[in-house]
């Protein structure tokens, strides 16, 4: 194993990223400070410089590591098919079920520009958007989407179905009188992937 998939493994890393995430996500950016990070993961503070280099590298790659397992699937099986959406939605809803405060934190970075990582957030997600292109040129080439599929719409689509319910949980959960459990994410993840699925053949039909 290199350097870097050895500090990846590492627990102190690890609990500094998840002590990070839960900090960031409770308090505003300039209120968190490296010493109440460390002191939450059970380390030195010495060790947000050695893995991270400052509060600013420790916050880009909570970032990073909470997006990446999202955009490794662009890479995967799990698009290679219009189906796939379903269970690229029920991933999504699954991540951020553990971190509902995490979309809100995107939108206040990306849409307020609250906070700093706007322009690397920017950057993950423009590579997300060049690995969905390839996706959608991959499922035309076989048929099993109409060329004219717009992969911006397409994505812009997706975004809407999965980010939507996760920012609006806490009024969604309040207005309907019951919580979005596992059993209802699940529901709603196979509802939209059939939505997807039933639109991608209806353009392909109509093409």
Do not use: W
Request: proline fraction near 4%.
């Amino acid at each position: 194993m290199d350097v870097a998939g050895e500090r990846a493994c590492d627990p102190v890393r690890t609990r500094l990223l998840r002590a990070a995430l839960e900090c960031f996500l409770a308090d505003e950016y300039h209120k968190v400070t490296t010493r109440r990070i460390a002191e939450k993961a059970d380390a030195n503070v010495s060790m947000i410089r050695y893995y991270f280099g400052s509060k600013e590298g420790l916050y880009e790659e909570m970032i990073r590591d909470t997006l990446n397992p999202l955009l490794e699937v662009l890479d995967g099986p799990m698009l290679a098919t219009a189906a796939g959406f379903r269970d690229f939605l029920q991933l999504y809803y699954d991540t951020m079920v553990e971190r509902p405060e995490f979309p809100k934190l995107i939108l206040k970075v990306l849409a307020l520009n609250q906070g700093p990582g706007r322009r690397f957030i920017q950057q993950l997600l423009e590579r997300g958007r060049a690995r969905g292109r390839r996706k959608v040129a991959d499922m035309a080439a076989r048929g099993q989407i109409a060329p004219t599929v717009d992969p911006d719409i397409l994505r812009m689509a997706f975004v809407s179905l999965a980010i939507t319910p996760m920012l609006l949980k806490d009024i969604f959960e309040e207005q309907m009188g019951r919580a979005m459990d596992a059993d209802f994410i699940a529901n709603l993840a196979g509802f939209n992937g059939r939505l997807f699925t039933a639109g991608l053949a209806a353009v392909k039909e109509k093409s």
